[in-house]
């Protein structure tokens, strides 16, 4: 990492692509444990925790952008998501709303939705949305000119990776 300086701003750290590509790795497997641990809270009300999520998920971007220099715009960030996220087949859609209304069910229901349906499907979908981003920002893209046909087939195959990397425990903090 190297440090350049500019006249009226403070220092500016410069990553080399390793760098960027490790953090940003970092960013999308943090958020992603953080989208299923959310789902996976039992009090959370049904659909609000599918709003949490999505505020997760636009601050996983916000990151990204930060660490890309791109600049970044929330209303653009969720119409993305929303965009991606609707590109997914009906059965995965259903299934994280679903396993999000299950939780209102004592017992077997609350376990089913909060522990084992919503969580996979939200951590799955949060990864495969950083990892969206992380490629489409290595590859010189903004926010605005992100085409959602264009990546819908890789969205679709880092959403399976996805699934397997929320299933994994959570690292602990360092």
């Not at 999000?100 to 996979?120: N, Q, T």
């Amino acid at each position: 990492m190297t440090t350049t300086a500019t006249a009226e701003a403070e220092p500016i750290q410069v990553l080399s692509s390793e760098e960027r590509l490790a953090a940003s790795q970092k960013i999308v497997k943090r958020n992603t444990y953080i989208a299923a641990g959310v789902s996976a809270v039992p009090v959370v009300p049904p659909l609000l925790d599918l709003a949490a999520i999505g505020g997760v998920q636009v601050l996983m971007i916000k990151q990204l952008s930060d660490l890309y220099r791109v600049p970044f715009k929330e209303n653009v960030a969720r119409n993305v998501v929303a965009a991606l996220v609707a590109t997914l087949s009906s059965r995965v859609l259903a299934a994280g709303v679903v396993g999000s209304m299950f939780k209102v069910l004592p017992g077997f229901g609350a376990v089913i939705g909060g522990l084992l349906a919503l969580p996979a499907v939200s951590g799955a979908v949060t990864y495969a949305l950083g990892k969206v981003f992380v490629k489409h920002f290595e590859e010189g893209g903004t926010l605005l000119d992100l085409d959602v046909n264009k990546v819908r087939d890789f969205f679709a195959s880092q959403y399976q990776v996805g699934r397997k990397v929320a299933a994994e425990p959570a690292p602990a903090a360092a």
